[in-house]
């Protein structure tokens, strides 16, 4: 059976890795060195495993449900806490939150997506500022930050040390929304998932044990549409 996988490289990696996402591709992290027949003999290394972290049918379980219904006396999860949706009027005619989730009858036929464009600002507006911070703190350098729609991965780090941030993080608790912040910006310090990597994430999330077990339990919250 073929077996496809990306390359991607960097100047900052000392070795072959192979990891597999959520979504089922199959990423090797090379140095910039790297040959295409290396990469292949790798592969070819891995190909058990690989299949077998493939048919793994409970993390890489598709489709993924479509969320909470966007009407009166459901809820919708927002930092770790589920909150009741009202459809009512309210003074900016926009979706507004206060203690629960205020929709206008008038985005009846558009709520799902007015929900979610409320969820991407507010992600905008509570995480952006936060990757600075711990950017400072870790002492790195990063040439931009952007919230995305990633179904299956809650941040990446690319090759020009850029991060991205999946908007459904925002329905997570600050501990995990910043813990995934340091996961990330970690990266730019340590490539690979080493002894010292874990050491410094540990290190600057002192919750970053329970963080790893909330997205074990609750991740799937993070997959749904809204």
């Known amino acids: 059976m073929e077996l496809k996988y990306q390359i ?3 100047a900052k990696r000392k070795k072959l890795t192979i990891s597999v996402e959520r979504d089922r591709s199959v990423i090797v992290h090379a140095p910039e060195g790297a040959d295409e027949e290396t990469i292949r003999r790798l592969v070819e290394t891995k ?3 690989l299949f077998g972290k493939l048919n793994h049918t409970q993390k890489y379980q598709q489709p993924h449900a479509p969320g909470k219904e966007v009407v009166n006396g459901e809820s919708a999860a927002y930092l770790g806490r ?3 949706i009202e459809m009512t009027e309210t003074k900016s005619g926009s979706v ?4 629960g989730f205020f929709i206008p009858p008038t985005h009846q036929a558009k ?3 007015v929900l979610r ?3 991407v600002s507010r992600a905008k507006e509570l995480i952006l500022p ?3 911070l711990r950017a400072r703190d870790l002492g790195v350098t990063i040439h931009g930050a952007r919230i995305v729609d990633n179904r299956y991965r809650w941040g990446s780090c690319t090759v020009k040390d850029r991060v991205n941030f999946n908007w459904r993080l925002i329905k997570a608790p600050m501990y995990v929304i910043d813990y995934v912040i340091v996961h990330e910006l970690t990266h730019l310090l340590e490539a690979n998932h080493t002894p010292q990597f874990w ?4 290190a600057k999330v002192t919750s970053s044990e329970k963080a790893k077990l909330w997205l074990k339990e609750h991740g799937q919250i993070l997959e749904e549409e809204i």
Do not use: A, I, M, T
Request: no cysteine.
């Open 199 to 202: 050491n410094v994430v540990r």
């Open 96 to 99: 507004e939150f206060s203690r």
């Open 117 to 119: 464009d409320w969820y």
């Open 47 to 49: 190909r058990q495993w």
């Open 82 to 84: 589920e909150y009741r």
């Open 130 to 132: 936060r990757v600075e």
């Open 111 to 113: 709520r799902r997506k």
């Open 8 to 10: 991607v490289r960097s």
